[in-house]
């Protein structure tokens, strides 16, 4: 049985539990730190029961750094929104390569924020300098041609 930060690895499965729990939550196997009248020689014999035949090995293939690397800061450009809480998530995470891919989608997604936020602006400028006087002469045909005519085209109040 593994311990490290407060945690326990389960023998049968290998889920991560708290140290104060007395069963692994994922397959219910007792654990020694939690099971009181069991310990870890009753765990061991059950280890090497039929049953444990069944245990997947430890070393689990984590994919590709690099193509995580490069999601985060296609996630973080593209909708940087989403990036930004995704990678404190990964931040959060005790594997310190999924803390690097988180830190890369945070800091992608703070440049993509910026990105937009300029992006935003000049779309509003040209907004406000191109089809802003349009507008102006578009509502001042408008109110010409008004029965009751005030500037804006509609009728006036008394």
């Not at 889920?15 to 870890?40: D, H, I, M, Q, Y």
């Not at 049953?51 to 090995?57: E, F, G, K, L």
């Not at 930004?84 to 945070?106: A, N």
């Amino acid at each position: 049985m593994t311990q490290s930060s407060g945690r326990i690895t389960c023998p049968r499965c290998g889920a991560n539990n708290f140290e104060t729990v007395t069963s692994c939550w994922k397959c219910s196997t007792p654990l020694a730190a939690g099971a009181g009248s069991r310990g870890a020689i009753t765990l061991a014999s059950e280890l090497n029961s039929e049953s444990a035949r069944h245990i997947p090995d430890a070393r689990v293939s984590t994919g590709d750094p690099d193509l995580a690397n490069r999601a985060a800061l296609y996630l973080a450009l593209v909708i940087p929104f989403i990036g930004l809480p995704v990678g404190w998530v990964f931040m959060m995470i005790e594997d310190r390569r999924l803390q690097r891919v988180g830190r890369t989608c945070v800091i992608w997604s703070l440049a993509g924020l910026l990105f937009h936020i300029v992006l935003f602006g000049a779309f509003s400028n040209m907004v406000v300098h191109q089809i802003g006087p349009l507008l102006k002469i578009m509502s001042g045909a408008a109110g010409g041609s008004s029965a009751g005519g005030g500037e804006s085209g509609l009728p006036q109040m008394p």
